[in-house]
DNA sequence: AGTTACCTTTACGTTAACGTCAACTTGAGC
DNA sequence: GCTCAAGTTGACGTTAACGTAAAGGTAACT
């Protein structure tokens, strides 16, 4: 092998079936624009790019995000950009996304205590019927 | 004070400025059977733990449930069962919750590294553009 | 040639979570 | 008594994120 990188492809339904999604939610998210994939003939075929694309949305979707906002964190994986503003600007999306993740993780924190406290009274009502 | 609980009360417009919503989406949580404040009349009355439940519901969101997952969360919160059946259930859903949290957790983390290196690489091209 | 298994586009349907009027009541202040 | 702010109940509108069916193309068996 004279070039390291993997060039595997996928079809639409190898990728669904792998991420669990219907194939409608692929082309959902090409129509969206987040994903171009190569075509033989009309046939899509994704590499592992497109891959990674796709998860980069499913994580974001697990965290709540809407697509526009998994759109942007693609951009931010993705540093095309030429001039220092939009670099400039990037990196203030970047500690954007920073914060609300923090705050996610705040959040999620109180969650995990309020669970706890939560099955300490289930155990303890299970105590009282039990006596 | 013979009592030490609070026993504040709220106006939909408050709560509405507190958390900066509108007064529609508060009804509207009402209408999906998540809140039953007092009524003076026709008008709605707010005590602390409708207040709380408001929390739980946004603190959901922002964590990307809906609202059927956050009215889970907010039963958990309040276990008025009192038989063994329903209340190993709610046991089981905590365990749920708490795994759905784990999930969260670990896509956080991975996120929060993938924009430590998407910031790393956004600063090393505003290097080159420097040199 | 026929069936099967995928793939395609087009297009209308659906659900959640509110937004946005419209038309009304009600208590406080002038 | 009038106004004004804040409350109410409908009821229809909107957006995101797909679901779902219709109608068809294509390549591979059998």
């Known amino acids: 092998m004279n070039d390291m990188a993997k060039h595997r ?10 991420f ?7 082309r959902f998210y090409e129509e969206a624009g987040m994903l171009e994939p190569e075509r033989n ?9 497109d891959r990674v694309k796709l998860k980069l949305i499913l ?3 697990r965290l709540g ?5 998994s759109r942007e964190l693609i951009e ?6 030429d001039n220092a503003k939009q670099l400039h600007a ?12 923090e705050q996610q993780l705040a ?10 406290a939560a099955e300490e009274r289930c155990l303890e009502a299970l105590r009282e019927l039990e006596s």
């Open 107 to 116: 959040d999620i924190q109180v969650m995990q205590n309020e669970l706890d």
């Open 76 to 81: 931010m994986y993705d540093p095309t950009s």
């Open 59 to 61: 994580r974001g979707k």
């Open 41 to 49: 003939g009309q046939t899509r075929i994704y590499n592992d790019e």
């Open 65 to 69: 995000f809407s697509l526009a906002e």
């Open 20 to 26: 669990d999604i219907t194939t409608r939610t692929i």
């Open 90 to 101: 990037l990196r203030s999306k970047i500690q954007q996304s920073r914060a609300a993740l």
């Open 9 to 18: 492809t996928y079809s639409i339904s190898d990728l669904a079936r792998e």
